[in-house]
């Protein structure tokens, strides 16, 4: 996946793209290449960076000071990352993270939808600490800067040392680790439920913490204060919306998946309330852009003739033609499906390894770490 920071509004600004054809791609220079690179750079130069005069003037009302959470309200889909030695059908590392629901408080219920599993420790701390060299932790919320292992396996014993040295050495960085056996998490105990609960005090007391920083509410917890139905909060959104269709446009521009040249259908799966205007919005910010820039340049800039489409699944092309199959050259059928880009896109989920079971989707998700800035644009296999 490759990783960006970029918002026109004050939200969880940070995100990602999922596809594993993609980052396998190498920039491909041409004319316009520059244009790319300058306009990427300008909507990642601040966060929140200001909305071009055209966007300004539909979306005019956008207080930056009040803090909008990106929090699904659907169950993760986790494919095949949450692993176990054990067999798939005896995984209490699944188990503990799909029993969370079941047993979190009403305040606490969508913390699941924050924890990212299987985090390299070197990624968590920021260094590259040779000692830790490609361990991960089972599950990290970092929200809450709280690791949370589950220990039991049959060589558990073998590690304890460097269990123990792990969670010192995290500490440092005031991670709190919080270690679940795996017979609590079988037998759904108590102990299981005072872990549980542990993890509930640590996110408090961090939520406290960050009260007492900032003076503000801008933490998940915050959520259930936000009226998502609210139209500012609403458009909001759609702006949210807009800069990453623009990153997204931009990205596989420059790697050559597309060009301006070609004519191409964006068909747009979301469940969200998101408006087809609001990406037509974007291209057309990012014509005047491009437009402005190739004038610098002293070269000609057509603006292509795309299409966006809403879908509630991804239509196959040739069902949808009213020529029939015979006649039609099986070269002629890839290029014609090659001009459907097809992007599954979600303000409110945080990434999963779902995007693996289509390598033609791309999808596009809030990232778990929201302290970090991507503006390099990271690439994390």
Same mark, same amino acid.
């Given at each position: 996946?490759i990783?960006?920071t970029?918002?026109y509004?004050?939200?969880?600004?940070?995100f990602v793209i999922?596809n594993?054809r993609?980052?396998?791609?190498?920039f491909?220079?041409?004319?316009?290449?520059?244009s790319?690179?300058l306009?990427?750079?300008f909507?990642?130069?601040?966060?929140?960076?200001?909305?071009s005069?055209?966007?300004q003037k539909?979306?005019?009302?956008i207080e930056?000071?009040v803090f909008?959470?990106l929090?699904?309200?659907?169950?993760p889909?986790?494919e095949?990352?949450?692993k176990w030695q054990?067999?798939? #059908?005896?995984?209490?590392a699944?188990?503990?993270?799909?029993?969370?629901p079941k047993y979190l408080?009403?305040?606490y219920?969508?913390?699941?939808?924050?924890?990212c599993?299987?985090?390299?420790?070197n990624?968590i701390?920021q260094?590259?600490? &040779?000692?830790f060299?490609?361990?991960v932790?089972d599950f990290?919320?970092?929200?809450a800067?709280?690791?949370?292992?589950?220990?039991?396996?049959?060589?558990?014993?073998l590690?304890?040392?460097n269990d123990k040295e792990?969670?010192?050495?995290?500490?440092?960085?005031g991670?709190?680790?919080i270690?679940? #056996?795996?017979?609590?998490i079988h037998?759904?105990?108590v102990?299981?439920?005072?872990?549980?609960q542990?993890?509930?005090?640590?996110?408090d007391?961090?939520?406290e913490d960050?009260?007492?920083?900032?003076?503000?509410?801008?933490?998940?917890?915050?959520?259930?204060?936000v009226?998502?139905?609210n139209?500012d909060?609403? #458009?909001?959104?759609?702006l949210?919306?807009?800069?990453?269709f623009?990153?997204?446009v931009l990205?596989?521009?420059?790697r050559g998946e597309?060009s301006?040249d070609?004519?191409?259908?964006f068909q747009?799966?979301?469940?969200?309330?998101?408006?087809?205007?609001?990406?037509d919005l974007a291209?057309e910010?990012l014509?005047?852009?491009?437009k402005n820039?190739c004038?610098l340049q002293?070269?000609?800039f057509?603006?292509?003739?795309?299409?966006i489409?809403?879908v509630?699944n991804?239509?196959?092309?040739?069902k949808?033609?009213?020529?029939?199959?015979s006649g039609i050259?099986?070269k002629?059928k890839?290029?014609?499906?090659n001009?459907?880009?097809?992007?599954?896109f979600?303000l409110?989920k945080?990434?999963?390894? &779902?995007?693996?079971?289509?390598p033609?989707?791309?999808?596009?998700?809030?990232?778990?770490f929201?302290?970090?800035d991507?503006n390099e644009s990271?690439?994390w296999e």
């Amino acid at each position: 996946m490759i990783k960006y920071t970029a918002g026109y509004v004050n939200t969880h600004n940070n995100f990602v793209i999922q596809n594993k054809r993609l980052i396998n791609k190498s920039f491909v220079d041409n004319k316009f290449f520059p244009s790319f690179c300058l306009i990427k750079n300008f909507l990642q130069r601040d966060n929140p960076v200001k909305p071009s005069m055209l966007l300004q003037k539909y979306f005019w009302k956008i207080e930056e000071s009040v803090f909008i959470p990106l929090i699904s309200r659907e169950n993760p889909i986790w494919e095949n990352t949450i692993k176990w030695q054990e067999n798939k #059908d005896n995984n209490p590392a699944l188990k503990f993270y799909n029993l969370l629901p079941k047993y979190l408080e009403k305040k606490y219920l969508y913390v699941q939808q924050l924890i990212c599993p299987e985090v390299p420790i070197n990624f968590i701390t920021q260094s590259d600490n &040779e000692d830790f060299q490609d361990q991960v932790v089972d599950f990290y919320l970092p929200q809450a800067l709280l690791v949370i292992e589950i220990d039991g396996r049959d060589e558990h014993w073998l590690h304890w040392y460097n269990d123990k040295e792990r969670d010192t050495y995290l500490g440092k960085y005031g991670i709190k680790t919080i270690r679940i #056996d795996t017979k609590d998490i079988h037998q759904e105990s108590v102990v299981l439920l005072a872990k549980i609960q542990e993890v509930q005090s640590r996110i408090d007391q961090v939520f406290e913490d960050i009260q007492d920083k900032k003076g503000g509410l801008s933490h998940f917890l915050s959520y259930d204060i936000v009226d998502y139905e609210n139209r500012d909060v609403l #458009d909001s959104l759609a702006l949210t919306a807009i800069i990453r269709f623009q990153i997204f446009v931009l990205e596989i521009l420059m790697r050559g998946e597309i060009s301006l040249d070609q004519d191409y259908i964006f068909q747009i799966k979301t469940k969200e309330k998101l408006e087809k205007r609001c990406f037509d919005l974007a291209l057309e910010d990012l014509w005047e852009w491009l437009k402005n820039c190739c004038i610098l340049q002293n070269i000609s800039f057509p603006i292509p003739n795309w299409t966006i489409e809403l879908v509630e699944n991804f239509s196959d092309f040739w069902k949808n033609k009213k020529s029939s199959w015979s006649g039609i050259s099986r070269k002629t059928k890839d290029n014609d499906e090659n001009k459907i880009i097809k992007i599954d896109f979600s303000l409110f989920k945080r990434w999963t390894d &779902e995007f693996l079971s289509d390598p033609t989707v791309f999808f596009i998700r809030t990232d778990y770490f929201e302290v970090f800035d991507w503006n390099e644009s990271i690439i994390w296999e």
